[in-house]
């Protein structure tokens, strides 16, 4: 019974003991702050070349329509002939 309860006691002392960690430094909030920083700028950055990539998709399906028509316009010019 002794040996159980010098285990248990050995275990919490190791588990409290690994539970303590340090204060993060001064240079380790000011790395962080500054990965948050790149991390959000990439962010606005995705969101823009998205948005860019949806008026580019946008402008290719209206000239392809244009080029569908100018095709169609020319084949009825062709068999007219």
């Given amino acids: 019974m ?4 010098y285990s248990i006691a050995i275990i919490g002392a190791v588990l409290v003991a690994s539970g303590c960690t340090k204060m993060p430094s001064p240079e380790d909030l ?3 702050s500054q ?3 790149a991390a959000d700028a990439a962010e606005a950055r995705v969101a823009e ?3 860019q ?3 580019l998709q946008q402008d ?9 028509q100018h095709e169609d316009e020319f084949a009825e010019l062709k068999q007219r002939k």
């Fill in 49 to 51: 070349l998205e948005k």
């Fill in 30 to 32: 000011d790395k962080l």
């Fill in 60 to 68: 290719l399906a209206d000239v392809q329509a244009v080029l569908k």
């Fill in 53 to 55: 990539k949806a008026q």
């Fill in 2 to 5: 002794k040996k159980l309860i």
């Fill in 35 to 37: 990965q948050k920083a």
